[in-house]
């Protein structure tokens, strides 16, 4: 069977759409952090998918950009968490409603 | 069969024989071996220390700023390697860039360090 | 490879002067990261406070002259096409420069009050600011994404900065968990644009798109919808905006202000960038869905602000019905409109900064119920006559800048044929004028048993809050040079 790009660009989509959906459902802080790392590492392997099939450099060099600014973001992302949990062990998204909304 | 397939192959009949030799290795000695189980032989063994608590354990939360800030200057590394394989073409210009780059990186730890992030408190 | 590495290397070329507004910004705040690391002490917030000012004017004047250069010469674009110098970019480093001035002058008087690190949230914000500059100019979706992390990472933080309350913690996370969400639609959105079209160069996405018969409709319409999701979340736009009310009630107020102005100009600049200027040949797709969102955007900010109780709470669902006019002059798609999205964002910053100071004088950062504003009138009659004319400016009553502003995008809907949508632009400002004349009633309306406490106004708070009002008038009273400077700032896509 012959793998196609297509068949990863399915397959970041995928990652996506669980990430997505991971993130609005989950109510653990430190899961819904993953599930933003699994929703942009969808969007890394349909880059990197797209690169392979237009022939060019460029895609895989915004993957370069994509993991450090996650990596940045995740590191903020823990450092809330932390600082709520140090306050509040045990938090899940729903309790976290001081604010009402 | 296609030649990526047949490669895979290869690695699939290397995986087959070490399961295979391993499994045999265990089930030779089981027949074997004398069996006279007692309490103190059937706890986990844990290189000699008494194995205590379960297997859930909090690590320390001293551990976590290491670990960010592991990862933040491991993933800008990532901006190094492909510079690196080509540092003669880029020259001057290039390496004034990466000098910038990494001025900048290290200020940052410069300024983790004199927080005080450094310290195991 | 190795026939590859024979060849030259040609740098891209640089333009650094253009490049120098953002690179004060960074400048100054590497430079206040190493004087509070290197202090014995902990760094006085007045040198914080000056620095920030002195970079802020520094890089308005360098944008001045490039202002000028522009007007002169015409646009381009540097790095390789990445980074557009053309009016547009300098007119929103110009807004975002004026709201860094403002924030940092209110952040002065607030970070003394609550006791929080100086040094830091000045270094935050300003990267966020050079990320705002740096989203508005960007020529390249990469470096657009770029931007918009330094600008919504650096807010995160600052939102998170008060160690005491944690109302401040938990907004921050909410705005955490939607921006990092909004940021994965929109870099999805990018994929899908390069896969489309074979770069993520604007330029090149302009002059692809208009050249190709386009084969690969499904996979453009996707990244369309995914970029103008995750940018709607961004600027609040209706039915995205639900993180609002708790993120502007829960921040500091200096951040709320900060996040109303900047995080919302700097979202429309590259949704005007992508939308307007990169994807103008297929405007026939997008601006239908564009309009939809204005008008649920309009509908759900008047109606939801009536129905709050809290200052904050009802600012921010009039910051989302703002973000509804804005939308309109958008889905123009004409040269008109978009001056006119321009006009509103650039008097918007102006009310919407002032009217935060006024609130972040008033009492705790999350609890700003009405009552609180009783009184306030006769205990504080110029402040309260202030902030009177920021609110109606922001409901749009003549001789403010925010009637013009309201005007234009309304002309810019009429001149579009789309009638329906001025009509509910009208509606909409109606209703929405209720709200903010609620406010001001509970002001003017003698409550003997309700004494407000008096809150005590910081200087710098007394001066942002007199520019804004100032500026407000002036706008309104004679618009013309501010519709000019608009007319000239629309982008326009320039190969380097």
Redesign the interface.
């Known amino acids: 069977m ?1 793998v196609t790009t297509g068949w990863y660009l399915v397959l970041g989509a995928l990652l996506f759409v669980i990430g997505g959906t991971g993130l609005l459902i989950r109510r653990n802080p430190l899961v819904m952090l993953m599930c933003v790392e699994l929703m942009l590492n969808g969007v890394n392997l349909s880059l990197v998918a797209f690169a392979q099939r237009l022939d060019d450099i460029g895609g895989q060099t915004v993957v ?1 950009f994509v ?2 600014v996650a ?2 973001e ?2 903020v992302g ?2 809330l968490v ?1 600082a709520i949990l ?1 306050r509040r062990p045990g938090t899940t998204a729903d309790d976290l409603s001081t604010l009402r909304g | 069969m ?1 030649e990526l397939l047949r490669s895979y192959l290869t690695v699939g009949i290397f995986g087959v024989a070490a399961i295979a030799m391993a499994g045999a290795m265990l089930t030779i000695a089981r027949i074997l071996r004398p069996q006279r189980p007692t309490p103190q032989k059937l706890i986990a063994y844990e290189s000699g220390v008494d194995p205590v608590g379960g297997d859930w354990a909090q690590s320390q ?1 001293r551990y ?1 700023v290491f670990a ?1 800030l592991f ?2 200057f491991d ?2 590394a ?2 190094i390697f ?1 510079w690196a394989t ?1 540092l ?4 001057t ?2 390496l004034v860039e990466m000098a910038i780059f990494i001025f ?1 990186l290290v ?1 940052g730890l ?2 983790a360090w ?2 005080g992030v450094l310290r195991w408190v | 490879m190795a026939t590859q ?1 024979v ?3 040609v ?1 891209p070329s640089v333009n650094w002067w253009a490049l120098l507004p953002q690179m004060i910004l960074l400048g100054a705040a ?1 430079l206040i ?2 004087v ?3 202090a014995p002490k902990q760094t006085s917030t007045p040198f914080v406070t000056v620095t920030t000012m002195c970079a802020a004017i520094t890089s308005y004047i360098v944008a001045t002259g490039l202002w000028n250069d522009v007007q002169r010469d015409g646009p381009s674009s540097s790095i390789a096409s990445a980074f557009g110098i053309d009016g547009f970019s300098i007119f929103f480093t110009m807004l975002i420069l004026v709201a860094l001035a403002a924030t940092a002058l209110l952040s002065h008087g607030y970070l003394d009050k609550e006791g929080i690190d100086a040094p830091e949230f000045h270094a935050l914000l300003l990267c966020s600011a050079a990320g705002a500059i740096v989203m508005a100019s960007a020529n390249d979706l990469v470096v657009m994404f770029i931007g918009l992390e330094a600008l919504s990472i650096g807010l995160y933080v600052m939102i998170a900065m008060h160690d005491r309350r944690q109302e401040a913690r938990e907004s921050a996370i909410k705005y955490f968990v939607l921006g990092a969400f909004s940021s994965a639609f929109l870099l999805y959105g990018i994929a899908l644009t390069y896969g489309a079209t074979g770069s993520t160069n604007l330029i090149h996405i302009r002059d692809y798109l208009g050249a190709v018969v386009f084969r690969d409709q499904h996979l453009l319409m996707a990244a369309m919808a995914l970029l103008l999701v995750g940018l709607s979340f961004k600027v609040a736009a209706a039915p995205f905006h639900f993180w609002a009310p708790d993120v502007y009630q829960g921040a500091p107020s200096p951040v709320t202000g900060w996040m109303a102005s900047v995080a919302k100009a700097a979202g429309f600049a590259a949704l005007l960038r992508i939308f307007f200027a990169a994807f103008a040949s297929h405007r026939i797709d997008w601006t239908p869905i564009v309009s939809v969102l204005a008008a649920v955007t309009l509908v759900v900010g008047a109606v939801m602000a009536i129905l709050q109780n809290d200052v904050k709470r009802m600012l921010a669902f009039s910051s989302v019905s703002h973000a509804g006019y804005v939308l309109i002059a958008v889905q123009a798609a004409t040269d008109q409109g978009t001056a006119a999205a321009l006009f509103y964002l650039f008097t918007y910053t102006f009310m919407v900064l002032g009217t935060f100071a006024v609130v972040g004088a008033m009492g705790r950062d999350d609890d700003h119920p009405l009552a609180n504003y009783a009184g306030l009138g006769r205990s504080r009659p110029v402040l309260a006559i202030g902030f009177t004319i920021l609110l109606l400016a922001q409901a749009g009553i003549p001789t403010t800048s925010g009637f013009v502003a309201k005007f234009q995008v309304i002309a810019a809907a009429v001149n579009n044929k789309n009638y329906v949508l001025a009509g509910l632009a009208m509606i909409t400002a109606v209703v929405g004028a209720f709200m903010y004349l609620r406010i001001v009633m509970a002001m003017y309306v003698d409550n003997e048993e309700q004494k407000s406490s008096v809150p005590s106004w910081h200087w710098s708070t007394k001066v942002v809050v007199i520019a804004m009002v100032g500026f407000t008038l002036l706008a309104g009273l004679v618009p013309q040079f501010l519709i000019e400077f608009a007319e000239d700032a629309v982008p326009i896509l320039i190969r380097g």
């Open positions: 012959d370069f993991l450090v990596a940045a995740v590191v823990l450092g932390v140090r | 296609s939360i976590y960010v990862v933040l993933v800008e990532v901006f492909p080509r003669e073409v880029y020259g210009f290039g900048i200020l410069f300024y004199r927080k | 590495s060849l030259a290397f740098g590497l990261m190493l509070s690391a290197l």
